[in-house]
Every structure is written in structure tokens, then in C-alpha cells.
């Protein structure tokens, strides 16, 4: 069974940085590890649906970007790690909210095309 543990969350001003982790363990049932997994980095604040941040493929090679978070965010990925991150700055209150990693077979925006979730994060900007 697959698992993702995300951590790095916490506190932060306005204008600062934070970077997300999210650890990968484990097979799909046909035995799939996370170096073959697209990788995607959600977020939910209260009171709204969850929405899309950040997406890279299972090489690295493809990346895709809310345009919220364009030029501030930074998804990458050390397979050797089974690890994904998001380095996040110039943060602003509006990126409050819980980051959840999901994992699945392709590079997608949709949350309902990744098979596997963490726990997620929480990470909260001030006003």
C-alpha cells in the first residue's frame, strides 16, 4: 500500500518562504513505486473546495502550475529519496490553507485522477 507523509507546514509572514515535503512509501498493487508516479500538491482553506497547485511527472520533466501560485511555487522531486517538494515563496495570506501531495499514474490538475493522499499540511499566511 502506497503512503505519503507531507510535512514543512507552519507559520509564516507575509513575504516569507516555506518548502513542503511529502515522503512516499510503499507499492500499488501492481507494484508501482513512487519514481513512476506523477506527483501533485493540492490545497483546501475553510470554507473552500480543495484546488489544484502544483503537478510534476514521474521524470521531473513536466511541470504544471496554478496561476496563483505562477512563479512563486516550485514543484520538484528526488526519486532517489521517494520524495516530492514544494518550495514556496513570497507567501501571502491567500496561500493559507491545508497542502495535501496526491500520486497517480499521469501528470494531471484534477484531483480525481490521483489514486493516492496524504494527510496534509497546514500552512498559515497572516494578514
Known amino acids: 500500500q502506497v503512503q505519503l507523509v507531507e510535512s514543512g507546514g507552519g507559520l509564516v509572514q507575509a513575504g516569507g518562504s516555506l518548502r513542503l515535503s511529502c515522503a512516499a512509501s510503499?507499492?500499488?498493487?501492481?507494484?508501482?513505486?513512487?519514481?513512476?508516479?506523477?506527483m501533485g500538491w493540492f490545497r483546501q482553506a475553510p470554507g473552500k473546495e480543495r484546488e489544484f497547485v502544483a503537478a510534476?511527472?514521474?521524470?521531473?520533466?513536466?511541470?504544471y502550475y496554478a496561476d496563483s501560485v505562477k512563479g512563486r511555487f516550485t514543484i520538484s522531486r528526488d526519486n532517489a529519496k521517494n520524495t516530492v517538494y514544494l518550495q514556496m515563496n513570497n507567501l501571502k495570506p491567500e496561500d493559507t490553507a491545508v497542502y495535501s501531495c496526491?500520486?497517480?499514474?499521469?501528470?494531471?490538475?484534477?484531483?480525481?485522477?490521483?489514486?493516492?493522499w496524504g494527510q496534509g499540511t497546514q500552512v498559515t499566511v497572516p494578514s
Open positions: 496526491a500520486g497517480g499514474g499521469n501528470i494531471a490538475t484534477k484531483a480525481f485522477l490521483y489514486d493516492y
Open positions: 510503499g507499492r500499488t498493487a501492481s507494484g508501482r513505486t513512487f519514481s513512476s508516479y506523477a
Open positions: 510534476i511527472s514521474w521524470s521531473g520533466g513536466t511541470t
